[in-house]
């Protein structure tokens, strides 16, 4: 089967959220695996992908600040559709519910979407915003839940690592995840 895996965070061995990208790549391995996101910073985990475009390389930190503050997303995923339509997938994997330039494209290409829930990110958001409020904390918790809603609205598939995230995802978006 082939398969379009994509993630906001790179995968790597240290950070959670690395780590579990790390963990869903790892997984899929017995699948042909194009992957987009960001470039790990091990490069011995390259290996783990048929094929890879990673975001951003050469972009500078003002582009990427600028696209955070206009979208909340750091990364630019404008070349989703040519990338999906190019690998030809018979469905899509994401990592976390925050790229819906990638899910959007996922829908517009006709390939189904399993979205790994790392947590619910409107709650991570607000949780890092209260205990450091910086101007970074104050943007993200400002799209987290539109960014999110946008994602769940094209996942075929939720897969939530605990009873109480999922049962947080259907609080928040009701319908659109208890289907």
């Known amino acids: 089967m082939k398969i379009m895996q994509a993630t906001i965070q790179p995968p790597d061995l240290c950070s959670g959220g690395g780590l579990g990208v790390y963990q869903s790549s790892y997984s899929l391995l017995e699948n042909e695996i194009a992957y987009i996101g960001p470039e790990p910073k091990d490069p011995a985990i390259g290996h ?3 094929s890879a475009h990673y975001l951003d390389r050469g972009r500078s930190k003002l582009a990427k ?4 503050v206009t979208t909340g997303l750091f990364h630019d995923w404008s070349k989703s559709v040519s990338l999906i339509r190019e690998a030809r997938p018979d469905c899509a ?7 819906y330039p990638f899910a959007e494209a996922t829908r517009e290409c006709g390939v189904p979407l399993v979205v790994r829930a790392h947590n619910v990110e409107f709650d991570y958001a607000g949780r890092q915003y209260a205990s450091t409020k910086t101007l970074r904390n104050k ?7 539109s960014c999110e809603l946008r994602v769940l609205k094209c996942a075929d598939v939720l897969l939530c690592l605990t009873e109480h995230d999922k049962n947080r995802f259907i609080d928040l978006y009701g319908s659109i995840v208890s289907d």
């Open 65 to 68: 600040g600028l696209s955070f």
């Open 48 to 50: 783990l992908y048929d």
């Open 139 to 145: 943007i993200s918790l400002s799209y987290a839940q």
């Open 93 to 99: 994997y994401l990592d976390f519910t925050w790229a």
